[in-house]
C-alpha cells in the first residue's frame, strides 16, 4: 500500500473512529487496516492512535496530523476528477503549430470551426515554415510538410496533398525563351526552394522513362510566398504551391510551363502531427478528429 493510500486509511479510522467500520467501508479487511496505520506510524515515527478492546481515540499528534491530511486528500481528488474531466471534455490550451503558406488559406476556416465545436478550449497558434520538434518547442499538434518534422517518433495522419506547378513571369519570357522540354530548364536561371529543403533539381516523365534536370539558382528560400514575388519580378523560373500560384496564373501575372511533362513528386504532402495515439487528452482527440473531417470534405 501507498503513502496515499496509507493516508485514506487513516481518514476513514479517524472519520469511522473503527478500524473495523473504517476495513467495511474500503472494502478491505480489518488486518489490512492496522499494518497501513501501523507503517504510518513507523514513517512519521509518532503514535496516531490509542487503542483500548473496545474503542479507539486520536493522539495529539493525530489530530493535528489529520486537518492537514484532509485537506491534501480532498486537493487530490479535486485534481484527479479535473484531469478525468479534461480527458472526456476538451478543454485547456491547444498549442498548434502550423506551416504557414501550406495552410494560409485553409487555418482560419478549420480553427473556426473547431473553435465553435469546443468553445472551452483556447487556442495558441504558431506559424512558421522551419523544422519544429513537437516535444521540445511546446506543441500539442502540429500541421505541417514532411521536411519539418525532426522526430521518428511523432505520429503523423495525412491531410491533404499540395500541387506544385512551374512557372514563370511574362517579363521573364519576354527576355528568355520559355523551356519547351525539360532539358532546358538548364538554361534558365531558377527561384529555389531553400537547399536544406529541397534539392535544386526537378524529375519529370518523358515517355516511359523519367528524367532529373538540376536546376541554377540565384535566389532561394523557405518562403512560396518570397519566391513568388521574386518570381513575379523576373528573377526566374519556379515551382510554387498551385494554392499560392492559383490567382497569379488566372490574371496572367504568371504562365505555367511545361505542362505537357508530367512533373514527378509534384505534390507535397500536408501532416497532422501529434506524439501519441494513447491517452490524449480530450483537446487533442477532438482536434485530430475536427481536421480529419474538414479536409476530407474539402
Known sequence: MDYVDSLRVFRSVVEARSFTRAADAL????????????????????????????QITLTETAERFYERCVKILDELEALEADTMTERREPTGVLRLV???????SLLVPLLAGYKQKNPKVVLDVTLIERPVDLV????????VVPYMLTSESTVTKLLAKIPLVLVA????????????????LQDHVVVAASPSLR??????????????????????SNSPLFNREMIKLGFGIGVLPEAVAHDDIKTGSLIRLLENFE?????????L???????????????????????HDN
Open 169 to 184: 513571369a511574362p517579363n521573364y519570357l519576354k527576355k528568355n525563351r520559355g523551356p519547351d522540354h525539360p532539358l532546358e
Open 136 to 143: 521540445s518547442d511546446g506543441f500539442d499538434l502540429g500541421i
Open 273 to 295: 502531427a501529434y506524439l501519441s495515439r494513447t491517452l490524449m487528452p480530450a483537446k487533442v482527440r477532438s482536434f485530430i478528429s475536427h481536421a480529419s473531417s474538414f479536409f
Open 199 to 220: 534539392k535544386p533539381s526537378l524529375t519529370f516523365k518523358v515517355g516511359a522513362d523519367s528524367m532529373s534536370v538540376p536546376l541554377k539558382f540565384d535566389v532561394a
Open 98 to 104: 502550423a506551416h504557414a503558406t501550406a495552410t494560409m
Open 263 to 271: 512533373l514527378i513528386d509534384s505534390e507535397v504532402e500536408l501532416r
Open 27 to 54: 472494502g478491505v479487511t480489518t488486518p489490512v487496516i492496522s499494518r497501513s496505520i501501523a507503517s504510518l506510524e513507523h514513517r512519521l515515527g509518532n503514535r496516531l492512535f490509542h487503542r483500548t478492546t473496545r
